[in-house]
């Protein structure tokens, strides 16, 4: 047993960021201003996107880019059932309907076979997520979304970097949105970043995201700029500060070796369970490229004494905090009560929540974590085998 608990997760966040926070800081210039410049052209660069918008939370990024297709009151959004509580709240903040998707069973990414099924006559747009941070199918989507004239905004919470087919995730879509949050692939602790390559979207959500507000308000207060400024509709108040954006460029260059280690150590886990026919490792597409935000592993029931939640349980004695990825919304007691969804409305998220464990995969983690991760494990199913 390991002698020390080991988190779910720790952000690897070092001097370099310190560094940057504290000459921010020194500047004098601590809301939104040349740190987020950088930040987003940066951002824009690494994914060869046209436009990036710097945001506090992959949450307003969500709600801005449902704002420029002009989501509104009555109209249907498409959401996966397996996601967090963000990708479908952000339609009833604009009083539209969060219709809910079922799975992949593989993937666990929403089902391009099921989309067809719920569109109707008031479906608008489909957010599809790149669960644990695997691109969905995006040419499916797409086309499905041509033909019935709907938007996509993609849910890129767990993403960076990642590919569909040699493209980069944030450039594909209408328009994408990216979370920093603090166990996300880089952070600033909160915030959140939404490329698009449209213009019209891109100017509308740079304004909502500041009160609705006709310029850069941050402008206003430069030697250059002027006092006058105009609200042309009623915006929301969520741009990311400088010292969070500080914190996002030096994030960012680390981004690509972040990456490089959790896709050892992902391998790493799938070596170390590939003999155990109790544990199903992840599946990854061929046509792309995994962010490996999240290792989850399914359990077969069926081979076991225990349940999952017991398996949780016993990790936990053993000094291992897993976490759960994700309850679907369907089982939530809002979407339940709201719109009448039962369990086998989604069957295959259903059976899937039953029995998925997210382990720990992050660079701060070292390789001897990894293998405590493993050998525990192992050493559970070994114990509770039938
Ligand atoms: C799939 C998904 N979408 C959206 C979000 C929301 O991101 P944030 O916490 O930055 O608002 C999360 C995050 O935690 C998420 O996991």
């Known amino acids: 047993m390991r002698a020390t608990f080991l988190p779910f997760h720790v952000p690897d966040v070092g001097d370099e960021e310190i560094r940057s926070v504290v000459e921010t800081i020194r500047s004098g210039w601590l809301t939104s201003g040349p740190q987020v410049k950088t930040f987003e052209e940066e951002f824009a660069k690494s994914i060869g996107a046209r436009y990036a918008i710097a945001v506090n939370s992959g949450t307003a990024a969500l709600h801005l880019a449902l704002d420029a297709v002009e989501i509104k009151d009555g109209d249907e959004v498409l959401v996966p059932t397996m996601t967090f509580a963000a990708t479908a709240e952000v339609v009833h903040y604009l009083k539209a309907r969060p219709v809910l998707v079922d799975c992949r ?42 033909t019935h004239h709907l938007k996509v905004v993609e849910d890129a919470a767990h993403v960076l970097p990642a590919r569909y087919r040699g493209k980069f995730v944030g450039t594909i879509g ?175 998220a259903t059976r899937i929540f039953e029995r998925t464990i997210s382990l720990h995969l992050y660079p701060k983690m070292t390789e001897t974590d990894v293998r405590d991760v493993i050998e525990t494990v192992r050493r559970i199913v070994a114990q509770y085998r039938r």
């Not at 569109?119 to 989507?141: L, N, S, W, Y």
């Not at 954006?245 to 981004?255: D, F, N």
């Not at 959790?262 to 109790?278: K, M, V």
């Open 174 to 348: 209408d328009i994408t949105c990216f979370s920093f949050y603090v166990t996300k692939p880089i952070t600033t602790g909160e915030g959140g970043m939404i490329s698009t390559e449209n213009e019209g979207y891109a100017d509308r959500m740079r304004m909502m995201s500041l009160h609705g507000i006709s310029r850069d308000p941050w402008r206003r207060h430069t030697a250059e700029g002027s006092w006058y400024y105009e609200i042309l509709h009623p915006g929301y108040k969520y741009n990311l500060t400088d010292i969070a954006a500080a914190i996002g460029i030096q994030q960012l260059k680390k981004c690509d070796r972040f990456w490089q280690v959790r896709q050892r150590y992902a391998n790493l886990y799938s070596l170390g369970f590939r003999d155990l026919p109790e544990v199903t490792v992840p599946h990854v597409s061929e046509e792309v490229q995994h962010s490996w935000h999240l290792y989850v592993i399914q359990l077969d029931l069926q081979r076991l004494r225990i349940t999952r939640s017991e398996f949780i349980e016993l990790l936990k004695k053993e000094n291992i905090g897993t976490s759960v990825h994700f309850i679907p919304l369907h089982l939530h007691p809002f979407y339940r009560q709201t719109y009448g969804y039962r369990p086998e409305d989604f069957p295959t």
């Open 105 to 146: 069973a593989d993937t666990f990414n929403i089902a391009p076979d099921q989309i067809e099924k719920a569109i109707t006559p008031k479906t608008r747009a489909i957010i599809p997520v790149h669960f644990g941070g695997q691109p969905c199918e995006m040419d499916r989507i797409l086309e499905i979304a041509g």
